[in-house]
């Protein structure tokens, strides 16, 4: 998905006229990276669950899809950006993160989301799915997406407590510049007090 408008890009990919997004921005990418965390493990669950024939396994089925497309879903949030503000999270953390590894992280965890999808197809079809294909999906795929998201989380937390520092420190440089202005300000009109006073001490002289 092409996104225009305000990106968070910073460094080389940095274009004019883009803008970081505020606080609220990153602390919803955090809550969103914290909760992908979350839901690729329950994805791996909800395999296991759905891969056992019986009487809830629909049920196993439908929540184990819906489960797979709310982590595609919020997986392209991150990566493209929130197609109502047309802003993406494109940090140089975050983008290291992702190109990190070979394959690249990016590339795995969009592996991940085509497989689990297969998985779907494969349960719809009444396709039988191997007992090691569904464990190493769990014990190896989930885990390697858990510790993606993790460093993703990660690396929000510090741009967002790299913000923070930012802030702090161009309040107190505008302190700064508002107490450095007060001052020449103020000698500003005791210089012309005093030249006022040397006026009328010269008049008052010549008198």
Same mark, same amino acid.
């Given at each position: 998905?092409?996104? =225009?408008?305000?990106?968070?890009?910073?460094?080389?990919? #940095?274009?004019?006229?883009? =803008?970081?997004?505020?606080? *609220?921005?990153?602390?919803?990418?955090?809550?969103?990276? =914290?909760?992908?965390?979350?839901?690729?493990?329950? /994805?791996?669950? &909800? &395999?296991?669950?759905?891969?056992?024939?019986?009487? #809830?396994?629909?049920?196993?089925?439908?929540?184990?899809?819906?489960?797979?497309?709310?982590?595609?879903?919020?997986?392209? *949030?991150?990566? @493209?950006?929130?197609? @109502?503000?047309?802003?993406?999270?494109?940090?140089?953390?975050?983008? =290291?993160?992702?190109? %990190?590894?070979?394959?690249?992280?990016?590339? !795995?965890?969009?592996?991940?989301?085509?497989?689990?999808?297969?998985?779907?197809? %494969?349960?719809?079809?009444?396709?039988? /799915?191997? /007992?090691?294909?569904?464990?190493?999906?769990?014990?190896? *795929?989930?885990? @390697?997406?858990?510790?993606?998201? %993790?460093?993703?989380? !990660?690396?929000?937390?510090? %741009?967002? $407590? @790299? +913000?923070?520092? !930012? +802030?702090?420190?161009?309040?107190?440089?505008?302190?700064?510049?508002?107490?450095?202005?007060?001052?020449? /300000?103020?000698?500003? !009109?005791?210089?012309?007090?005093?030249?006022?006073?040397?006026?009328?001490? $010269?008049?008052?002289?010549?008198?």
């Amino acid at each position: 998905m092409a996104v =225009a408008g305000n990106l968070c890009l910073q460094g080389d990919d #940095a274009r004019p006229g883009d =803008a970081p997004p505020d606080a *609220t921005r990153f602390l919803g990418w955090l809550n969103l990276a =914290a909760r992908q965390r979350m839901l690729s493990q329950r /994805i791996g669950l &909800l &395999l296991l669950l759905a891969a056992e024939p019986g009487p #809830a396994q629909g049920g196993h089925r439908d929540t184990f899809a819906a489960a797979v497309e709310d982590f595609a879903a919020a997986h392209r *949030t991150l990566m @493209d950006g929130d197609a @109502d503000a047309e802003v993406r999270l494109a940090t140089p953390r975050v983008l =290291a993160v992702w190109a %990190d590894g070979s394959p690249s992280a990016r590339t !795995r965890v969009d592996a991940f989301v085509r497989e689990a999808r297969q998985f779907i197809a %494969d349960l719809a079809e009444g396709r039988p /799915i191997q /007992i090691l294909r569904r464990e190493t999906f769990v014990a190896e *795929t989930c885990s @390697d997406v858990l510790a993606v998201m %993790d460093r993703i989380a !990660r690396a929000v937390e510090a %741009d967002l $407590a @790299d +913000r923070a520092r !930012r +802030r702090s420190e161009d309040r107190r440089l505008s302190t700064e510049r508002l107490d450095a202005a007060a001052r020449d /300000i103020a000698a500003a !009109r005791y210089a012309r007090r005093l030249a006022s006073d040397a006026e009328i001490a $010269a008049v008052h002289a010549g008198a």
